[in-house]
């Protein structure tokens, strides 16, 4: 059974661009989180999408979006980049949003940030 | 909002000892979960082990175990006979019973195994 798939693994932008990163979560989870890892912040909660929908959203500004589609595939979207925006940026999924008691969140690798 | 400490950045531990990582958090509620999670080199996130808030007993998954103190806000994990895949980036998360997958992450320490 196939993993978390993020792409791109690994990118590079300048400021005031904009990135989309993709998660495909594994086949037949439908809860897709971001999370956003800085060295000496931890993980950062970004959204969490089921169904299609927004449930929950984490303390960012709206510079960041996300949409997950029918297929349960999310992606997310940082516009205008700034230098802070450079992190690791990791998708998890799991079956459904109450799994999560249970603690099985299943990462992917993520990708690889670096606003220059 | 919840919040969850690890105060120690790095720690290693020699091969077949055992180490103590240690996690503080503050919540209001009395109703959550955690959790230890491990980040390898190659980063993918996965799950050590578990712990219910409401459960006075201390989760234990085979060398990992926790030593949870509710009154105390404190969850450390200990892992004993110390193994060289064992070295790994370590998070302490929070997750309220009602906030879907939201966890809140600690900083994470970074445990070295030295053979």
């Known amino acids: 059974k196939a993993g978390v798939t993020q792409t791109p693994r690994y990118l590079i932008k300048t400021r005031g661009q904009q990135v989309t990163l993709s998660c495909s979560p594994i086949?037949?989870?439908?809860?897709v989180s971001w999370y956003q890892q800085t060295p000496g912040q931890g993980l950062q909660f970004l959204f969490e999408?089921?169904?299609?929908?927004?449930?929950n959203k984490g303390n960012f500004p709206g510079r960041f979006s996300g949409r997950q589609f029918s297929n349960s595939r999310s992606e997310m979207n940082v516009s205008t980049l700034e230098l802070g925006d450079s992190a690791l940026y990791l998708c998890?999924?799991?079956?459904?949003?109450?799994?999560?008691?249970?603690?099985?969140?299943?990462f992917g690798e993520g990708s690889r940030l670096t606003v220059l | 909002a919840q919040t969850v400490t690890q105060s120690q950045p790095e720690m290693s531990v020699q091969e077949a000892e055992t180490v103590t990582l240690s996690c503080t958090y503050d919540?209001?509620?009395?109703?959550?979960?955690l959790f230890w999670y491990k980040q390898p080199p190659s980063r993918q996130m996965i799950l050590v082990i578990r712990?219910?808030?409401?459960?006075?007993q201390n989760a234990t998954e085979n060398r990992f175990s926790v030593n949870f103190q509710k009154a105390a806000k404190s969850f450390s994990l200990k892992i004993s006979d110390s193994q060289l895949g064992d070295a790994a980036m370590y998070f302490c998360?929070?997750?309220?019973?009602?906030?879907?997958?939201?966890?809140?992450f600690g900083t994470g320490t970074s445990l070295t195994v030295i053979p």
């Open positions: 086949s037949g989870h439908r809860s």
């Open positions: 998360a929070y997750r309220s019973q009602n906030t879907g997958n939201q966890f809140y």
């Open positions: 998890a999924s799991a079956l459904r949003p109450g799994q999560a008691n249970t603690g099985e969140l299943f």
């Open positions: 712990q219910e808030a409401y459960k006075q």
């Open positions: 919540t209001s509620e009395s109703d959550y979960y």
């Open positions: 999408y089921f169904s299609e929908t927004q449930r």
